[in-house]
């Protein structure tokens, strides 16, 4: 009696990555409560007509990724609210299916074989976050998504087979916040600040480097995480997103994300078209070496910026300094408010000694200084990191981070104990901007005229 009275109070089931065969009528309605579901990574998976019976109006998400469907299933759950199905063998979508899914807000269509927009999504009004990425669709118009719900918020667009992308395809989301998107190298036209012209409310920007569709796949691994890994490249053109780039952003952009093992490197003018004062950049499983020396000193309307180096940038050795400015929020420079190199083994010479003094400015003005960063800034100073976390975790956190990151030409030792010990370099290593040489070289002019007189 108590096991039945507990399963009837069951909110959450997770029987993902196992070997389901069959789920029969009403294979879950002695569950009358259950709000989250998972089957994702059942690859022989057998769903009959009403499985999901009993879920109706209970049921808010649902996974269905990677469990080899190719046709969708019926589902009458009038509640849902999010449906994932990706990684499936789906040609086609039903427009019916929308009748029944009256409240879904999210939508993962991704890594299927549709070869255009299915017109469903036109049929569900409340939908905020739709994913399309990695399907064999050739072409986005100025009318492909009139129709679809207008308080669409994040829109997943990366690894299509794309011949055909009209500028004014998203002139209809006026609420768009999150847009991902690839290179496209084989769109001659194809630039990102023309195409989100019009995307006003645009927060953050997910860039992927070419990749053919039928080279990613779904693994899992032995932490119990799945994700995407590409087993061999493919012959697409490389690209840096210096064409794709090329342009004013909309001033509300303040996240930038590059991805993919295809990304191999990256031009020193990529983020020259960011106005928001505010920006978090952060590179995702590339094949990046190193950053080029004056990417960040293209920055004319960044204030204060974050970095985030994911630790599956495994061949990143170089970072460069970020730096323009001694302290935060000052007019047309550039201050680093925060890194994570978590897990990061870096070629550690001068070219990364600027961290140190980063270090040591950074305990100075933002964590033991707070009282004077807001008077002298009139805001308090958590407001200037894209983290949003309280001032004293994000000083604690860059201590941790450092002390987790590695030297790889210093025998993997710890990338904080080397900066101590073994580099003896300046605030202005690695990354010396035009301005501060021609300022040396011309103090050095005047002083040597001077002695000479």
């Known amino acids: 009696m108590l096991g039945m009275c507990v399963l009837q109070s069951l909110v959450w089931l997770d029987l993902s990555h196992n070997q389901l065969i069959r789920l029969d009528d009403a ?85 299927n074989d549709l070869t255009m927009i299915p017109e469903m999504i036109k049929f569900l009004p409340d939908l905020r976050s739709l994913s399309l990425s990695g399907n064999p669709i050739t072409t986005l118009t100025n009318g492909t998504f009139v129709g679809v719900s207008e308080d669409i918020e994040e ?10 992308f ?29 195409i989100v012209e019009h995307s006003l409310n645009l927060r953050t920007l997910r860039m992927h480097g070419p990749q053919k569709r039928e080279e990613t796949s779904y693994a899992m691994f032995s932490d119990g995480l799945s994700a995407l890994v590409s087993p061999k490249f493919s012959n697409l053109p490389a690209s840096d997103f210096a064409r794709e780039l090329s342009g004013q952003l909309p001033s509300k952009v303040r996240t930038i994300i590059f991805e993919g093992h295809m990304l191999n490197r990256i031009a020193e003018d990529v983020l020259k078209g960011v106005t928001s004062p ?123 981070e450092l002390r987790s990151a590695t030297c790889s030409n210093k025998n993997n030792a710890i990338l904080i104990e080397v900066l101590k010990t073994d580099l003896e370099c300046g605030w202005g290593s690695g990354a010396m901007s035009l301005t501060t040489r021609i300022s040396i070289l011309v103090i050095f002019g005047i002083t040597f005229t001077g002695l000479l007189i």
């Not at 009358?32 to 009993?54: C, M, Q, V, W």
């Not at 829109?155 to 055909?164: G, R």
């Not at 006026?174 to 496209?184: D, F, K, N, T």
């Not at 800034?377 to 958590?382: A, D, G, L, T, V």
């Open 27 to 111: 294979a879950f309605a002695t569950l009358p409560r259950l709000n989250y579901l998972d089957l994702s990574h059942n690859k022989e998976l057998e769903i009959t007509g009403k499985a999901f019976y009993g879920l109706e109006n209970t049921l808010l998400e649902l996974k269905l990724q990677n469990i080899s469907l190719d046709v969708v299933p019926d589902l009458s759950l009038n509640r849902l609210s999010s449906l994932n199905l990706a990684f499936n063998e789906l040609p086609t979508i039903s427009q019916q299916l929308a009748e029944n899914l009256t409240s879904l807000r999210k939508l993962d269509l991704s890594y």
């Open 278 to 400: 505010v920006l978090h950049v952060a590179f995702k499983n590339t094949s990046i070496t190193s950053l080029p020396d004056r990417i960040f000193n293209n920055l004319e309307h960044v204030r204060n910026i974050t970095l985030d180096f994911d630790h599956t940038n495994s061949q990143l050795r170089k970072i460069s300094n970020p730096n323009t400015a001694h302290y935060p929020n000052i007019a047309e420079k550039t201050y680093l408010t925060d890194i994570d190199i978590d897990g990061m083994s870096l070629g550690c010479d001068c070219e990364l000694g600027w961290i140190e003094f980063w270090q040591r400015k950074t305990r100075q003005y933002v964590c033991t200084s707070q009282t004077w960063a807001e008077r002298s800034f009139n805001q308090p100073i958590k407001a200037l990191n894209q983290r949003e976390s309280a001032v004293d975790q994000l000083c604690n956190e860059h201590h941790d």
């Open 155 to 164: 829109l997943c667009l990366a690894n299509l087979d794309l011949n055909e």
């Open 166 to 194: 009209e500028f004014g395809t998203f002139n209809h989301l006026y609420l768009l916040r999150s847009l991902e998107l690839s290179a496209y190298p084989g769109i001659p036209q194809f630039n990102v600040p023309r």
